[in-house]
């Protein structure tokens, strides 16, 4: 009985443990299923929300992509105004340099009839030379006869020296009869006079002597007058005749490039066949190729320095490539023009950067490049415009005036000297007028136009930009003048001056330019000090050999000196 009891509790425990283990799976299954429904819908909310956040963030980069979008065909509309702008500027540089091209063609085919019509006139000069020398064939033969005839007449002429002395002879009677009244004359005047014959003599040449001075005096107060008048066509004429007589060297140097070849047989293909190689270069670069003797060189000969440098470089260009012919020539010219155009406005650029100016017109920015390649008296324009420029800068700071325009008018003064077609008036009007036609401030064109006193200076910065300009081109080593023969020339100068009685000292001052003479005031009265400054000057002129003018300044003054005690 105790054993099915047993048997049926645990029967019991076990049914009861089974029935809570199905429970606690259901609860359990149910418990899962419930949070597996809130998790469901915990999804659905989020990706609700995540639709709706993507929606607003597709919309907003939509947006800015259109706003970017139209904002990029706005520049690239202004891209395309722009490049519409540099075309039409192109065409219009095109234009020019077809014009300018134009204007060449027709100065060299005026220069083949000048050289054409230079033959005809050889030729003319030839055939009157031949008809000379048979003029002089017959003067020659007439010659001969007057010689025969002279030759005859020489007896006649004996028979005159005869006759002629006779004539001597009566002669010398009469003059000793009138050396006898000179005499009887001379002791009747000393007698009436109370004088001597040396001191009537020495009396008369004093007063002789002081109305000389004072007609001299005012002769030559006429003749300054009279040349002050004629000074600027005498001093063409004297500049014309000094720039033919000592200027060929510096001509030579200045207008003469040589280009070096391997060897002789490459003047034959510069030659090409009948001269056409030649002819072609000579054409496209204006400048005349001379193939001589030399060995192992060709020279260019032309007064345009940026023209001769394009033919220099062009032409080692073609012998180093060794493909010569005018097509070729053609293209390697043009291509060499160009790159020495970018050079000249990169030297221009350069510059102002270096000097801390802006603003210049790109004209004028490319004629200062063009200055790098001109000389003026042995000493490179540019480098002298640039130091004109420092010096009238320092200049004008010392003084209060504008720095800035004074730096530029000093880099501007010489400008037009480089302007080719500014040959009918002066380098200083020419330049002026072109900075004043590309915007230049009116001082600043005043002082380039005024610097050697073509016109009035109204601008302040004129006389510094005058002052830099000299001292610019007289400093010692400035124009092909060594520091010992500078040094040598103010020591004459200084000896010369020092050499007239009266004279205490003699400085020579603004680089030689000008002599000043301190004078013993008991010596030297005030009227002998301008004979004295005339004088100095006439010897200066007369013994010294110098560029420009030399200025001479007599000074005579009076000190007293007197001490309190």
Known sequence: MDGMTALLLSTVALISFGSGIAVYKWILVRSVRRQLAVAEQQAKEIRAKAREQAARERQE????????????????????????????????KVAKRHERLNRRTQRVNERERLLQSAGDLFDTLRRKAEQTHRQAELLRANADTLLHEATTRRASLQDLESSLDSRKKRLEIRKKELDRLVGETRRALERISGLSADE???????DLIDEARLK??????DIRDQAKLTAARQARKVIVSAIQRTAASHAIENTVSVVNIQSDEMKGRIIGREGRNIRAFEAVT??????????????????????REIARI???KLVRDGRIHPARIEEVVEKTRATMHEEIVEIGERTIIDLNLHGLHPEIIRHIGRMRYRTSYGQNLLAHSMETARIASIMAAEIGLDTTKSRRAGLLHDIGKVIEDAVDQPHALAGME??????????????IGAHHDEIEMTALISPVVQAADAISGARPGARRESLQSYIKRLEDLEDIASSFNGVDRAFAIQAGREVRVLVNHDKVSDKNAAKLASDIS???EREMQYPGRIRVTVIREVRKVSYAK
Not at 216 to 221: D, K, L, N, T
Not at 286 to 307: K, N
């Open 434 to 447: 072109m900075c004043r036609r590309y915007g230049e401030a009116g001082d600043v064109c005043n002082a």
């Open 538 to 540: 006439e010897r200066i």
């Open 61 to 92: 980069h939509m947006e800015s992509a259109n706003a970017a979008l139209a904002k990029r065909r706005r520049v690239l509309d202004e891209e395309r105004e722009e490049s519409q702008r540099a075309l039409r500027r192109s065409k219009r």
């Open 314 to 316: 062009a032409l080692d």
């Open 200 to 206: 009537a003599r020495d009396a008369l040449r004093a």
């Open 216 to 221: 001299a005096s005012a002769h030559i107060q």
């Open 286 to 307: 204006g400048i005349e190729v001379i193939v001589d003797d030399t060995p192992e060189a060709v020279i260019l000969s032309g007064f345009d320095p940026v023209r």
